[in-house]
């Protein structure tokens, strides 16, 4: 890391560190592997026989035509030393009470995984402070913020894959609304991953259009801003009750956001960060807003302008995630 913070030892042949192998990491390792940007991808998990089981299955799976150098292997936390990028992913991703996505469930989730990602960077921190870690654990903002505000990291290493995913599926939901393509749709979900999510609609466009435009040109439905915050909201619900996790989108928005870190890309995502300086935040809470994302980690957030309806969801979102991280904060 040179002075101004840049990530300038990453090797010609990158390390990845994948921390917390269940649906959601497993997901990660074969998104890995398949990208061909690592050669060295490294397994930790609390059991070793899953660890163990998954690091052969998948360095067998680079034997397949086209074949891949990647070498996937089972690790402790001593492979942190020299990782390029750690993706944490431990933790369970739901419980059986938190399909609603109520407050008082986001609370049994930060119950345990507050001491799951207490642990996990207690044990980074051990062997690094340099390697950027982005974070998938549930709930998503409480956890970067434990992170970010509770060990001696730099802030702009600490990511959390946010509300790429969420906005993964606006754009779809948009998309499908609009009957064109999700490439032709700029679109964020902000502020909490989680129920509190809000879409940022009064600068999403449609092939260059305002929604607004593109409801007059295409000539469909108006739409309705808390209507669409729910339908998106509630499918991650409809997806955890149907298969009982999520873990395509999410571990492909986690790989995306390490291929930006590792190409220097400058690429904008809605990832999870310490909001410090930026709207009116002064680091006491941890959400999603517009952020690029270079080799830097956090190159810088962008200042947004909201209208009134999604200023009134960021400060809900923001009293939601503050209100949980309250509940698992030290005592």
């Not at 010609?12 to 990208?35: C, E, K, Q, R």
Request: proline share 4%; aromatic share 4%; net charge negative.
């Amino acid at each position: 890391m040179d002075v101004n913070g840049r990530i300038t030892s990453m090797s010609i042949a990158p390390h990845l560190v994948v921390i917390g192998i269940g649906h959601v990491g497993s997901d990660v390792v074969t998104n890995a592997a398949t990208l061909g940007l690592f050669s060295r991808i490294s397994l930790i998990d609390v059991d070793n026989k899953v660890r163990d089981g998954q690091a052969l299955d998948n360095h067998q799976a680079t034997g397949v035509a086209p074949a891949m150098t990647t070498t996937i292997e089972a690790a402790d936390y001593d492979a942190c030393r020299n990782a390029d990028i750690i993706i944490v992913s431990a933790g369970p991703s739901v419980l059986p009470d938190s399909y609603g996505g109520s407050h008082d469930s986001r609370n049994s989730l930060a119950q345990v995984n507050s001491k799951v990602i207490r642990d996990v960077m207690s044990n980074i921190c051990h062997y690094t402070h340099s390697a950027p870690i982005i974070l998938i654990t549930n709930p998503l903002d409480v956890n970067v913020h434990i992170a970010a505000t509770e060990f001696d990291y730099p802030t702009n290493l600490i990511i959390g894959t946010g509300t790429a995913l969420d906005s993964a599926r606006l754009r779809r939901h948009l998309a499908d609304w609009a009957g064109v393509s999700p490439d032709s749709v700029q679109a964020f979900m902000l502020g909490e991953h989680g129920a509190t999510a809000f879409p940022y609609l009064s600068h999403a466009s449609i092939g260059g259009l305002t929604i607004s435009e593109a409801t007059t040109a295409l000539g469909l439905e108006p739409l309705s801003p808390d209507q669409v915050a729910h339908d998106i909201v509630q499918s991650a619900f409809d997806v955890l009750e149907g298969k009982g996790w999520t873990s395509s989108g999410i571990s492909r928005a986690a790989i995306n956001v390490a291929r930006a870190i590792l190409l220097d890309q400058r690429s904008i995502y809605p990832v999870c960060t310490l909001a410090d300086g930026v709207m009116g935040f002064h680091g006491e809470v941890s959400l999603s807003l517009p952020t690029v994302v270079s080799s830097h980690g956090v190159e810088h957030h962008l200042d947004i302008t909201l209208d009134d309806w999604e200023q009134e969801k960021l400060l809900i979102s923001a009293n939601a995630v503050r209100n949980v991280y309250e509940s698992v904060r030290p005592a």
